[in-house]
Nanobody
């Protein structure tokens, strides 16, 4: 199937930057590495989960939630089967557990509102004021 492992979470001061990584593995993923929608989500304590960034491993432009547009950037490294989330100008209210997720989409048309099939365990980001 597909396994996702996030890393890179840390404690930073407001205004700081972090880069999160998500490594995908598993037989199904390695057979079709260009056919997955990959999303980044976060859940702050006491709040609903929020989808913040999305890309299709087959190419095209990533998309972002309004809350992170212009400050975050998602990218894909094919040889490393990795998806990265570069975060800048971080705010204390963005303290949350950040998750990588994926679903199989051979023709793209990705959406953060779709049902993501596979999830990582999450990585904690803490932003202090």
């Amino acid at each position: 199937q597909v396994q996702l492992v996030e890393s890179g979470g840390d404690s930073v001061e407001a205004g700081g930057s972090l880069r999160l990584s998500c490594v995908a593995s598993g037989d199904f993923y390695t057979r079709f590495p260009y056919r997955f929608c990959m999303g980044w989500f976060r859940r702050a304590e006491g709040k609903a989960r929020e989808g913040i960034a999305l890309l299709w491993t087959g190419g095209g432009r990533p998309s972002y939630a309004d809350s992170v547009q212009g400050r975050f950037a998602v990218s894909h490294d094919y040889p490393k089967n990795s998806v990265y989330l570069q975060m800048g100008s971080l705010k204390p209210e963005e303290t949350a557990m950040y998750y990588c997720a994926a679903y199989y989409a051979p023709e793209g048309h990705c959406s953060l509102q779709s049902d993501f099939t596979w999830w990582g365990q999450g990585t904690q980001v803490t932003v202090s004021s």
